[in-house]
């Protein structure tokens, strides 16, 4: 099956624990993540500049493993990225700062990524945040 991910919830939250869970059990059961799409508060999984509280796993960390393990395709929606301080070179030397904060295996994009995966995807699966 192909699957396409949507998470909102930051890294510090219990959904976004589930999203990663999720992800590891679809790829183990041999299913086809096709796209994960970080939004909101979401894009700070590929923040590289933050560290976990010690009682939460490095998500980002657990995020590239997993990008390099199975080849994920892992994209933080440009405008969230922007907002929370999350920048590739591009977007460092547009905003004049000194270096990038994204992690490595994330790459920001716009919202056409998110519907292309819908595209190529039987299901969306979604791990919000707090309404």
Do not use: K
Request: aromatic share 8%; proline share 5%; charged share 15%.
């Amino acid at each position: 099956m192909r699957l396409s991910l949507l998470i909102t919830a930051a890294p510090d939250s219990e959904t976004a624990h589930h999203a990663w869970q999720f992800v590891e059990a679809a790829l183990a059961a041999g299913h086809h993540i096709v796209r994960v799409f970080f939004a909101d508060a979401g894009v700070l999984h590929g923040q590289a500049l933050s560290t976990p509280p010690r009682d939460f796993p490095s998500l980002c960390q657990r995020w590239q493993t997993l990008q390099q393990r199975a080849d994920l395709d892992l994209v933080l929606c440009v405008s969230a990225a922007l907002h929370y301080g999350v920048l590739d070179d591009a977007n460092a030397s547009s905003w004049e700062q000194p270096h990038s904060s994204i992690a490595d295996g994330f790459v920001i994009s716009g919202l056409g990524q998110l519907a292309e995966a819908q595209l190529q995807s039987q299901h969306l699966v979604t791990f919000p945040g707090p309404a």
